[in-house]
């Protein structure tokens, strides 16, 4: 090679011929293996539930059995129209609430649920929404027209079980425009996130 000439350069990763001739010698011998004539597949992973998504629906679930009767919640909260505040919240925030002044930021159609399926998306659906950050929630339950009797038996079990929740600020029955008698919206503290990771 005469001074001052480089050697051609070939790109990054590039096969010569000489060294595809040394690969067909080395695997002259090989031999495929048979066709088994099956793909193995892995089973489909389970989804996961965090251990404390567990814990709070045990508790509630306890709680709403070993609670005061709803009917007593009725009373102590001074509800009227299906609405509930606790306490130091305005009847304002629930007049503002009912009126559409919060945005939905998610929803939760509990539509054909048992009340243990209920329990549970109710519970993953609250707890999703405080580690999000959301404020303002709706939880269509139905009107029962689809049970036995004609009654809802959702409705008073969702009002219940949101009364024993902490982060739950006020929940009140939106206008028939938003659902109705078959749908609460939900309104959470704005500082559950904080509290549920201290």
């Not at 539930?49 to 919640?73: H, I, K, N």
């Not at 939905?104 to 405080?130: K, N, P, R, Y």
């Not at 029955?173 to 996130?193: F, H, I, K």
Request: aromatic residues 4%.
């Amino acid at each position: 090679m005469g001074r001052g000439r480089k050697a051609p350069s070939r790109p990054s990763g590039a096969v010569v011929p000489e060294d595809r001739e040394l690969f067909r010698r080395a695997v002259a011998d090989a031999v495929p293996l048979p066709d088994p004539g099956r793909t193995a597949r892995a089973p489909a992973p389970k989804p996961l539930v965090p251990r404390q998504t567990r814990r709070d629906q045990r508790a509630v679930l306890e709680e709403s059995l070993t609670g005061p009767a709803f009917a007593d919640l009725l009373v102590d909260s001074g509800w009227e129209d299906s609405s509930f505040a606790r306490s130091g919240v305005s009847r304002n925030v629930l007049r503002r609430l009912r009126q559409g002044h919060f945005a939905v930021q998610g929803e939760l159609d509990l539509h054909g649920c048992t009340s243990d399926e209920a329990l549970a998306a109710l519970m993953e659906f609250l707890a999703e929404a405080v580690k999000r950050g959301r404020r303002c929630l709706r939880v269509i339950h139905g009107k029962g027209l689809g049970s036995e009797n004609r009654q809802p038996v959702l409705k008073g079990k969702v009002r219940s079980w949101l009364v024993h929740r902490p982060e739950v600020l006020a929940y009140c029955e939106p206008r028939p425009a938003d659902g109705g008698g078959g749908a609460v919206l939900v309104l959470l503290a704005s500082g559950a996130a904080k509290a549920a990771q201290s």
